[in-house]
C-alpha cells in the first residue's frame, strides 16, 4: 500500500499566507509552481490512466523536482519561525506521498472530489450525535450513503427516494437488491426504452 497525500493542502496552507501578507513574494512563487502542477492535470482530465502517468512522468516529474529543491533552498534562507517555514516544512515532511500521484495515472493530484462528496456529512456532524439511538444513527448512515450513491452514480436523490418509497412495502425482501441505486437506474433506463 503506498500513500498519496493531497498537494492541495500544501498549496491552501501556502495561500492562507500569502492572503495574510506575512510570507511575502516568496509564498507567490510556491503559488506559482503548484499551480502549474494543476494546470497540466486540467489539461489531462478524463485521459486513460497511461497517457496521465506518461504526461506526469514527462511534465510534472520535473516540476516537482524544482519545487522540491526551491523549498529546501527556500528554506535555508529564511527564518526557521516564520509561517513560510512552517508550511514548507510541512510540505517536505509529506513529500513522498504528495508526488506519488505522478507515477499512477489512477491516481488524483488532490482529494478535494472525496472531500466535497462528504462535505455535508461533516457539516453536521454534530447534528448527528443527537439521531436519538444508536439504531437511529445507523439508519441515518444508510441514508446518507444512498443519497452519496445515488450523485455518485447519476441520479436524482430525491427522484430515486420518492420511487423506492413508493414501491418498497410491495418489493420481495429476496429481491431487495434490486431497489439499490445503480440497479434502479438500469430499471429506470429500460423502462424509459419499452414502448
Not at 506518461?54 to 519561525?81: N, V
Not at 429476496?174 to 414502448?195: D, F, G, M, Y
Request: contains cysteine.
Amino acid at each position: 500500500m503506498v500513500l498519496c497525500l493531497c498537494l492541495d493542502i500544501s498549496r491552501e496552507i501556502i495561500s492562507l499566507l500569502l492572503r495574510r501578507v506575512v510570507a511575502g513574494p516568496l509564498a507567490k512563487v510556491a503559488l506559482d509552481r503548484i499551480a502549474a502542477l494543476y494546470t497540466i492535470e486540467a489539461k489531462i482530465k478524463g485521459k486513460p490512466p497511461d497517457e496521465r502517468r506518461r504526461c506526469r512522468q514527462e511534465q510534472s516529474a520535473p516540476l516537482i523536482s524544482d519545487l522540491k529543491a526551491w523549498l529546501e533552498a527556500t528554506l535555508q534562507k529564511i527564518s526557521g519561525k516564520s509561517e513560510l517555514a512552517k508550511a514548507s516544512r510541512y510540505a517536505l515532511s509529506r513529500w513522498p506521498a504528495q508526488c506519488c500521484y505522478t507515477n499512477d495515472g489512477r491516481v488524483e493530484i488532490d482529494n478535494n472530489a472525496a472531500e466535497r462528496s462528504i462535505r455535508g456529512i461533516a457539516l453536521g456532524r454534530k447534528n448527528y450525535l443527537f439521531a436519538g439511538s444508536d439504531t437511529g444513527g445507523q439508519r441515518a448512515a444508510a441514508v446518507y450513503s444512498l443519497t452519496l450513491t445515488c450523485k455518485l452514480n447519476a441520479i436524482d436523490p430525491e427522484a430515486y427516494f420518492r420511487d423506492i418509497l413508493a414501491r418498497i412495502a410491495d418489493h420481495k425482501i429476496n429481491r431487495i437488491t434490486e431497489l439499490l441505486p445503480w440497479n434502479w437506474k438500469k430499471q429506470q433506463a429500460s423502462a424509459k426504452i419499452e414502448p
